[in-house]
């Protein structure tokens, strides 16, 4: 099964309501928010990171540049980089930009920047550069396994 597909199962598995959109290719959380008609700041960017030696997933609102001292501080990590474009493949069997919000999916730890929770609703890429889901983050924080914290606080 595709990653859209597990991922709208596990949305009506949840009795949770989400847009599912089709879009031209996107690759930047910028462009994304262009061709959806979304808000940036709904922009939900999972980047792929290696700590330590280890897969994690950090999910930050589009216009928030990802801080790697402060993730690396909060997760007890001495080396925090995102991983390469080869180790996200070989983990999600996705591509940089189309990797959606779910690390669950993969066994992935996450950790979700807190000013995504400032907003109602939140659109990621859902496994490809050209669909995309929205959904209410309430609705999401309720069902994915992941630790919020500030990501900006230097």
């Given at each position: 099964?595709q990653?859209l ?28 928010a ?11 960017k999972?980047?792929?990171c ?6 994690i ?7 928030v ?32 930009g ?11 730890p ?14 990621f ?17 309720s ?8 990501f900006?606080?230097?």
């Amino acid at each position: 099964m595709q990653i859209l597909q597990k991922i709208i199962a596990l949305l009506n598995e949840k009795n949770i309501p989400f847009e599912h959109m089709t879009h031209d290719f996107v690759h930047r959380s910028e462009e994304a928010a262009k061709i959806r008609g979304s808000r940036f700041e709904e922009a939900a960017k999972a980047l792929i990171c290696q700590a330590d030696g280890k897969i994690i997933m950090a999910v930050v609102p589009g216009p928030v540049k990802m801080s790697f001292n402060i993730l690396k501080k909060e997760i007890g990590a001495k080396k925090l980089c995102l991983a390469s474009p080869e180790d996200v493949l070989a983990r999600t069997d996705l591509t940089i930009g189309s990797v959606p919000p779910f690390g669950n999916l993969w066994n992935i730890p996450m950790y979700v920047e807190e000013s995504l929770l400032s907003e109602e609703y939140m659109v990621f890429s859902a496994g490809s550069h050209y669909d995309s889901i929205r959904v209410k983050v309430k609705d999401y924080l309720s069902f994915v396994p992941a630790t919020v914290f500030s990501f900006r606080k230097e």
